[in-house]
């Protein structure tokens, strides 16, 4: 009669990989949504921890015969996948603030859609920058890049071997400050439009006091931004394939300094 033989280290191992990615698809903007069926959720992780699994090439360890060792092991594989996650909705997170900064200088701060992703309230113009970055992103293979990032941290940080100290932290501090700026500089073109829009409006209230500046410069505004807005398109295609990129070099700075501190 067959026999099954089950290898509790190989299991152990697959528990702690499962984990990890399971913490990274939480947090990833789009898949943490409630719109998103479980079961896909649940079968997106256990095929990516199958394929995963076989590249990673972790060898078998006798520490985690001790159940505290390895609900320490275990909890470390998430912090991580969540650090992994967070720094993705960071970046996504400057799409939606450079939105809403545009939006409140074209007068357009009470308009906002119900996001389908998260069934919050968002400005639209941070709306359609993210719908334009999703795009983006499955238009330029990123996702092949993420990809092979939660690759590379089983190598460069495998489970058992690294630790989530100041350095990590100093990381993750660091991605969430240059949020502001990639906010700035996504939307740029249109702030800096709408700022000249209303010194020229301030000069012609003072050249031109019968003028009714309020009636005009709304109207006006929405029109300057919507303008620069399409002509900042390609602009906003180039930057988001480069960041992209930067976001993927984080993402190995981020093991790297966990790894270091093993």
């Known amino acids: 009669m067959p026999s099954i033989h089950i290898n509790i280290e190989q299991i152990q191992i697959f528990i702690l990989i499962l984990l990890r990615i399971s913490a990274i698809i939480i947090f990833l903007p789009v898949f943490d949504s409630k719109n998103i069926p479980v079961i896909f959720k649940v079968g997106l992780v256990l095929s990516m921890t199958a394929l995963v699994m076989p590249l990673t090439h972790i060898k078998p360890t006798d ?7 390895f609900l320490a092991a275990a909890g470390g594989e998430v912090l991580l996948g969540a650090a992994v996650g967070m ?17 409140y200088q074209m007068g357009l701060g009470i308009a906002n859609v119900i996001d389908p992703l998260s ?6 113009l ?10 983006v992103f499955l238009a330029l293979d990123a996702h092949h890049l993420l990809i092979r990032a939660v690759i590379e941290s089983f190598r460069m940080a495998p489970p058992l071997d690294f630790f989530i100290g100041s350095s990590v932290i100093n ?11 990639t906010a ?5 073109p249109v702030m800096a439009s709408l700022l000249l829009t209303s010194i020229a409006l301030g000069i012609a209230a003072r050249t031109v006091p019968q003028m009714n500046v309020f009636i005009v410069a709304f109207p006006l505004k929405i029109l300057v931004g919507l303008i620069f807005l399409g002509f900042a398109v390609p602009y906003l295609v180039v930057f988001l394939g480069a960041a992209f990129k930067s976001l993927a070099g984080d993402m190995l700075i981020l093991f790297k300094a966990a790894a270091s501190l093993s």
């Open 171 to 181: 990381q993750i501090v660091r991605v969430s400050s240059v949020m502001f700026v």
């Open 87 to 103: 720094l993705v909705k960071f970046f996504f997170g400057a799409l939606q603030l450079a939105g809403q900064v545009a939006g």
């Open 184 to 188: 700035l500089k996504i939307g740029a």
């Open 119 to 124: 069934n919050e309230q968002v400005p639209f």
């Open 126 to 135: 941070g709306q359609l920058k993210t719908l334009t970055a999703l795009m």
């Open 63 to 69: 520490y985690l015969n001790e159940l505290h060792l």
